[in-house]
């Protein structure tokens, strides 16, 4: 049973992406609404039945009072025992039955799996967003919206059914028992309902915006704490343990002032909330006993009229926070809608092709980016590379040797000029297909937190242990994680890297992060100071694997120590964004330009970029 009920919406259905979602709350719900349509409707129908079901239950206790009035007593099994059986078959069997249906939809077709389609779509939307626009957040603040948005989406559905439209159906059956009773039983009831909708709709017009405000706090002090527990090293190097806290301690503070101010309001409904069910008390009950004793009502119009009083004061405390509750977790969701409902910029051409490699050829034509500013990036710069050709890329820190690699990786879209490959302009052609063909070495080898296996085989996934294991001999990384053992006791392959590869040191993070890209072999190599983090025996084994990885493939390497590119065919030059030399090692020492100065201020083999400077 449970297994029907799960299985009745499909939360991983295909859909079209849409690069640019709805960004005001109610057409972005609706888009994840769709699969959902059939169990909504049949789960607020079943919600109905429910609370027509408790209504009619009330009346019949009434009926039951008057049916038993004194002198009934040896009458009422003969003249009422199959009505009273059948009631009572109703309520062990088919009751049950309504109820199970009514609950399952709930419980195991939407909340679960409205949860989940949110959870799978935020998260593929984010993951299509540029790299840019990660640069620009904290990856925690994003996980936390990931994380929170789904369960308030679903508890928003959930409360829908199980709260907004029962108490709707129960309301209106309530005034139908009672008008039926006596028209004039409406009149408190009427009243009543006016104030607490004046109620409700002055907590819900000022809960959204709390929990929104309340929402965005927790996403700071997330974002914040996972900044320190990701950057852990530094914080324990310069002993700022103490700052973090305080810096911690700020967004927490604020947290805490947003959720008081959150939860002034629902005192604030509570205490209304017990004045009005008072009033409606006493109104309905005393105008039915005022009936009663005019001989204008039954004792049982008084019973039912007391018992319905009775539980609609039990269920307006319970409606009221289920509507409070509803709308603060569409506040959770609004917040998360700053990161989720986010258009996609960056996004391939509608006619863009798969990119086809021939040769590896790279022009780059008049390109120009400064990431939105006047200055800084690259300027007007032209580079031929031809299929096959080695380039090492020099150049002071900021003179946008690691934009032009961006641009080729097409991480941004240049704000003017084109990059083309083998012809194909990287505008026109897949980012996959592009990434696909283009290799990576980088200073900083960030690992995923998974196995060394799962590191190595993320340059291949489809590539055999033999042709991963080979890899990763001839990155010299072999031999170290045969002997690698994690806390959980698995080793070699097995064994889990940490965080970005906490858990390796630099140089062991570099050769697993080469043996990724050997494995990969894709035509077109970059390779950005691949060799920075290893000391000078293990650099100069890998030197050679990298002249043989290079081999038959365009390469373009950054590199401050020059040794490691003198024989590279062309050596290119930066400076403020421009190329202002392009030669052979050799032509260039000739020239006794901006590269000779840098070869001869070398310390141990790098550029000393600051006495150039």
Known sequence: MF????????????Y?????????????????VRPFKRVFWAAGIMSVVVAVIEIWLIAYMGRVVDLIAPGSEGTVWSDYGWEFLAVGLFLLTLRPILQVIDVALLNQSIVPNFGTIVRWRAHRHVLRQSVGWFENDFAGRIANRIMQTPPAAG??????????????????????????ADPRLMIPLFIW?????????????????????????????????VDSYTNIHSVKMFAHHDREIDYAREAIEATRAALQREMRLYTIMDVTLVLLNGLLIVSVVGWALWLWSGGLASAGIVAAAAALTLRLNAMTGWIMWAVTNLFQNLGVISEGMETIAQPVTLVDDPAAKTLQVDGGGIEIQNLSH???????????????????EKVGLVGRSGTGKSTLVKLLLRFYDAESGRILIDGQDIRGITQDSLRSSIGMVQQESALLHRSVRDNILYGDPAASEADMIAAAKRAQAHDFILDLEDGEGRRGYDAQVGERGVKLSGGQRQR?????????????LLLDEATSALDSEVEAVIQETLADLMEGKTVIAIAHRLSTIAHMDRIVVMDDGRIVEDGTHEELLARDGLYASFWSRQSGGFIATEAAE
């Open 3 to 14: 297994r029907f009920f799960e299985n009745l919406v499909d939360p991983y259905v295909a």
């Open 155 to 180: 508890e928003v559905a959930f409360q829908v059914f199980d709260a907004v439209t029962f108490a709707l159906a129960y309301i209106v059956g309530a005034a139908v028992l009672l008008a039926g």
């Open 16 to 32: 079209e992406d849409d690069d640019t979602p709805p960004q005001r709350l109610w057409p972005f719900l609706r888009t994840y």
């Open 193 to 225: 309902l006016i104030l607490y909708a004046a109620l409700v709709r002055w907590t819900v017009k000022r809960v959204g915006p709390a929990a929104k405000a309340s929402s965005d706090a927790r996403s700071e002090v997330t974002g914040r704490v």
């Open 512 to 524: 697993i992060t080469l043996a990724r890209v050997i494995l990969k072999d894709a035509p077109i």
């Open 370 to 388: 400064h990431y939105g500013r006047s200055a800084g990036g690259i300027d007007t710069l032209s580079l031929s590379i031809k299929p096959g």
